[in-house]
């Protein structure tokens, strides 16, 4: 049962445009919501975070988009640079009884920014 | 400042053979501590999680088993290791209540 799915396994963008990648999830409880960014042979990197009690939040170039009635959440990304192209997994958390932070993450979407 | 080891950087290793990956984290205490695997062209599964020593809790069942001898160290393990256990392994660390999860740089397993 996949709570939390990326359908784009992959997107082309121009340099310079704008980058959206999508997530849906299915289990409204969710706390927060995390997008990271991953390059190959390396551990993911955080990139930015929403509180489920929010529906955007924006940290330079990157802005996060959550649509709690739709179950959807966005990263935008603009404008889009070069070394942005890596894959990126939207994750989910769900806060436990002892403190200990469970995430849930999408199958990821490989984004390739054309020079 | 707080960094997150894992090693073998990779790993070719034979079915049935044992397993054993180590993660230590340094700079910070008592952190809560993940494994993951991705296995090719999928997303990130946690396998383990644990909040303190010897307190793990396994989120699939499988052929692998984790254990925190100390504080700031995860070990990975299978005593004997199948082809479906080929992946990218991944361990992580936070800090209690904290959102976000810091990576390390992960493990290429290939079982043959």
């Known amino acids: 049962d996949q709570q939390v799915k990326q359908n784009s396994p992959s997107l082309s963008v121009q340099e310079g445009r704008i980058s959206i990648l999508n997530c849906d999830y299915t289990n409204s409880m969710f706390d927060y919501f995390l997008w990271y960014k991953k390059y190959p042979a390396e551990g993911p990197t955080f990139l930015i975070s929403i509180s489920s009690i929010k529906d955007k939040n924006e940290d330079g170039r990157f802005t996060v988009f959550l649509n709690k009635s739709a179950k959807h959440l966005s990263l935008h990304i603009v404008p889009s640079q070069p070394g942005d192209s890596a894959v990126y997994f939207c994750?989910?958390?769900?806060?436990?009884?002892?403190?200990?932070?469970?995430?849930?993450f999408g199958t990821g979407t490989r984004l390739t920014i054309i020079p | 400042s707080q960094t997150i080891h894992q090693w073998p950087a990779t790993l070719v290793q034979p079915v049935g053979s044992p397993l054993s990956l180590e993660c230590t984290v340094e700079g910070t205490s008592n952190p809560n501590l993940y494994w993951y695997r991705q296995a090719a062209g999928r997303g990130l599964q946690l396998l383990f999680y644990s909040i303190g020593i010897d307190q793990i809790s396994s989120e699939v069942p499988q052929n692998l088993s984790a254990s925190r001898p100390q504080d700031r160290q995860f070990i990975l393990s299978s005593k004997k290791l199948l082809l479906s256990d080929s992946g990218f392994y991944l361990c992580a660390w936070s800090k209690d209540r904290q959102v976000e999860q810091f990576f390390g740089p992960g493990t290429r397993l290939t079982v043959l």
């Open positions: 994750a989910t958390l769900l806060e436990g009884n002892f403190g200990n932070e469970k995430l849930t």
